[in-house]
Nanobody, 120 residues
Framework: QVQLVESGGGSVQAGGSLKLSCAAS?????MAWFRQAPGKEREGVAY???????SYSDSVKGRFTISQDNAKKTLYLQMNSLKPEDTAMYYC?????????????????WGQGTQVTIPS
């Protein structure tokens, strides 16, 4: 079982920045960030593979950056130029093997989430 604990959420004005962290009990082949807004389906935000390949959803490309600190076993999501539509619960997810993607059904391990709120 991979344990994941997110932190760093909060409320900032539009145009501001936040950095989310995900402390993992182990690193897996695929590490990803997802988000879910009230009344909407969970959507993929970004993933990172063990070979340092990254991918982003079109809605965050150019504004968000996924990174990791191997020594600390921590995954990060730097979020800049935040918009009200970025408001959601953000989740860290992990998958030990297989293809990485932004499909949530492929990830068996999830954190509890951290709330990000950007008032309009």
């Amino acid at each position: 079982q991979v344990q994941l604990v997110e932190s760093g959420g909060g409320s900032v004005q539009a145009g501001g920045s936040l950095k989310l962290s995900c402390a993992a009990s182990e690193y897996t082949y695929c590490m990803a960030w997802f988000r879910q807004a009230p009344g909407k389906e969970r959507e993929g935000v970004a993933y990172r593979t063990a070979y340092d390949t990254t991918s982003y959803s079109d809605s965050v490309k150019g504004r968000f950056t996924i990174s990791q600190d191997n020594a600390k076993k921590t995954l990060y999501l730097q979020m800049n130029s935040l918009k009200p539509e970025d408001t959601a619960m953000y989740y860290c997810a992990a998958r030990r093997a297989g293809s990485c993607s932004l499909a949530p059904e492929l990830y068996p391990f999830w954190g509890q989430g951290t709330q990000v709120t950007i008032p309009s």
